[in-house]
C-alpha cells in the first residue's frame, strides 16, 4: 500500500524545477526594483487609512468594552458549541455517527469537496472556522449605539476578515489543494508562484487577478459580434446602428444607454443571450452608446458633459440617421440614473423625443444603496477625489476592485486557490472577460455622482441637483416608464430601485426578475430565472407589500417588456439598414472605442 502511494506521488524534474526557481527569482527581483522604483517618484507608503476603516473599528470596540456581558456570553456560547464540536468529532473518529455543529450554507462552495465531510480532521476545521466565524459576525453585529454607516462599515470589513481567513484559502487546511500537491510532488505551487507573477506584472506591482483565459475572446470576432455600424461619434460616444433582421421594424427605434462605468457588450456577449440581438429579431430599429475609456484628456467632463454628448447627442443622431423623433430609450444601472436626469431636464425644457424610458436595475433614490455606502464617506471621498485629480480619471481597475469585494469569496478567493494554490490556468468565460473589461472614469464626472447621488441623495429632491444650468425635478418625468429590478441585486438593491415608483408622475410598470444585476438582466428566452409582476395598476408605497400581493411568473422578462412597448405603439416600417440614412458609417461594429483596454 505504501509502495502504491510513493508510486502515485511525481517528483519534479531537477533540471525543470532549477529553471523554473530560477524564473522566478529573477521577476521578482525585477518586480521588486520596479515597486521601489515607483515609490521613489510616487510615495504611498505609510500609515494612512483613507477607508477610515480603523476608526470604525474603534469606536465599536469602545462600544464593545462599554457592555462586556455580550462578550462574555458569546464566548461563553462559542466555548459551548466548541466543547459540542470536539465530542462529535472524537465520536466519529470511534466510528459513532453525529450530526454537525454548524453547517455552511448550501451556496457555499468552498466547503464542497467530500473532504470536507468525509474526514474528521477536515470536518473538524471546517466547523471550527464556521463556528468561529458565527461568533464574530454576530458579536459585531449586534454591537449598539454605533452610527448606522459605521455599523455598515464595521459589519462589510469584519465579513472581508472572515472570509479571507477560511480554512480553504491555505495549503495546508484545504483537502484539494493538499491533494494535487501530493500528486503533482508540488508543481501546483510552482505553476501558483508563476501565475501569481504573472498577475503582479500585468498589475505593473499590483495583484490583477486573472479571472478568466484573456487570450479567449477578442470584442468584435467571438463577443460583441451582432453585426451594425457606427454611425456617429464625439469625445464621449460611439453611437452603434445594428443591422435589422425583419424585413419590416417598429417605427420608433430603441436606444440603449449602458453604464460608462463597463463596457456595452454585456448586452452583446454571445448569439445566444444577446439582448441587441433579441430587440433586432423583434423587429426593432437598435441603437446603443458605447462610451469612450477615457483618459487625462477627458479629467475635466462633467456630468453635464456626459448627458449632453450621451442621450441627447445620440437623439439628434437617430433623427438624423431615421428621421424619427421619437424613440424608446433604456438605460442600465447608471445608465439609467443618466436616463432618469436627461428626462427631468428634457421636461423643464419641453422635449418630448422620449416615447417611453425603461430602467434596468437602477438607483435613483439612493437612500439605501447596499453595500456600496461602505465605500462612501467624507474622508474615503477626499482620498479619492485627491487620486482622481493626480491623474485626472478614476482608474478602473480601483472601481474593478470595489465591486469584486462585495462578492470575496466568488470573485477574489476562489481565484486565489484555483490559480495560486491549485496552480491552474482560469476557465474561459466571457462573463468574466468582460468583467475584467474595466473603464476608467473622469474626475469631474466621478466626483459629482458619488456626492451627489450616493453621499448626499440629492437627485430625489426637486431642484436637488442642477445639470447644463436647469433644476432635475423627478417628479416633472411624465413619460411612460417601465422599471426591471432584480431580486439579488448587490449594487442596484431591488428595493431601492422600487424606490423610483413614487418619484414619477407619468404611468410606470415595476417588474423584479429572479438572479443578480447581471444574470437578471440578461435572461434570455425561456429564461432561466423567473420575474414576477404587480396584481394591479397601483404601486404602493412599502416594495415589501407589492411583493406580497405580485404573481410570479416563469421564464425570462424580455417578453412582457416587448408587450409593453407594442401596446404603447406597434406601427411598422421598411426596415432601416444602418448607414444607408443621412448618417453615413464611419466603421463595423463594435467600433473602436470599446476595444481599449487598459489592463
Known sequence: MSEQREADIKLPDPAELTQAVANIAERSQR?????????????????????????????????????????????VSLWSDYMKL?????????????????????????????????????????????????????????VEGLDEKTAKKVDFYTRQF????????????????????VESGGENLLKGLNN????????????????TDLDAFKVGENIAVTPGKV????DLIQLLQYAPTTETVLERPVLIIPP???????????????????????????????????????????????????????????????????????????????????????AAKKDDRIASATFFATM?????????????????????EEKMNKRGYLEGSEMATTFNMLRANDLIWSFVINNYLLGKEPFPFDLLYWNSDSTRMPAAMHSFYLRNMYQLNNLKDPGGIEVGGVPIDLGTIKTPIYILATRE???????????????????????????????????????????????????????????????????????????????IDNKRVKARQPGAGKLKAIEDTPGSYVKVRIV
Open 31 to 75: 518586480l521588486m526594483s520596479d515597486f521601489l522604483a515607483r515609490q521613489t517618484s510616487q510615495p504611498q507608503l505609510g500609515m494612512a487609512d483613507p477607508m477610515n476603516v480603523g476608526q470604525a473599528f474603534v469606536e465599536m470596540m469602545g462600544r464593545l468594552m462599554a457592555d462586556p456581558s455580550k462578550l462574555v456570553e458569546a464566548q
Open 86 to 142: 470536539w465530542q462529535n468529532t472524537a465520536r466519529r473518529m470511534l466510528g459513532e455517527q453525529s450530526e454537525p455543529v454548524v453547517s455552511p450554507e448550501p451556496s457555499d462552495n468552498r466547503f464542497k469537496d467530500e473532504a470536507w465531510q468525509t474526514n474528521e480532521v477536515f470536518d473538524f476545521v471546517k466547523q471550527s472556522y464556521l463556528l468561529t466565524a458565527r461568533t464574530v459576525q454576530s458579536v459585531v453585529g449586534q
Open 162 to 181: 472572515v472570509d479571507a481567513m477560511a480554512p480553504s484559502n491555505f495549503v495546508m487546511t484545504n483537502p484539494q489543494v493538499l491533494r494535487a500537491t
Open 196 to 211: 501569481l507573477l504573472g498577475d503582479l506584472e500585468r498589475g505593473k506591482g499590483k495583484l490583477a487577478i486573472k479571472m
Open 231 to 234: 454611425v456617429y461619434q464625439n
Open 260 to 346: 460608462w462605468i463597463n463596457k456595452y457588450y454585456i448586452l452583446d456577449l454571445r448569439p445566444k443571450n444577446s439582448l441587441i440581438k433579441w430587440l433586432t429579431e423583434q423587429g426593432h430599429t437598435v441603437f446603443v452608446i458605447s462610451w469612450v475609456n477615457p483618459d487625462e484628456k477627458l479629467a475635466g467632463k462633467t456630468f453635464s458633459d456626459y448627458m449632453f454628448e450621451g442621450p441627447l447627442a445620440a437623439l439628434n443622431a437617430i433623427k438624423i440617421a431615421t428621421g424619427q423623433d421619437k424613440v424608446n430609450v433604456a438605460g442600465y444601472c447608471l445608465g439609467g440614473t443618466l436616463l432618469a436626469t436627461t428626462l427631468a431636464y428634457m
Open 364 to 384: 435613483v433614490d439612493f437612500a439605501e444603496a447596499g453595500e456600496l455606502e461602505v465605500f462612501i464617506d467624507e474622508e474615503q471621498l477626499l482620498s479619492l
Open 489 to 567: 441585486d448587490h449594487i442596484a438593491p431591488w428595493k431601492s430601485a422600487y424606490a423610483a415608483t413614487q418619484l414619477y408622475a407619468g404611468p410606470v410598470r415595476f417588474v423584479l426578475s429572479g438572479s443578480g444585476h447581471i444574470a437578471g438582466v440578461v435572461n434570455p428566452p425561456p429564461g432561466k430565472y423567473p420575474h414576477w409582476v404587480g396584481s394591479g395598476k397601483s404601486l404602493p408605497e412599502s416594495a415589501d407589500a407589492w411583493l406580497a400581493s405580485a404573481t410570479q411568473k416563469e421564464g425570462s422578462w424580455w417578453p412582457d417588456w416587448q408587450a409593453w412597448i407594442e401596446k
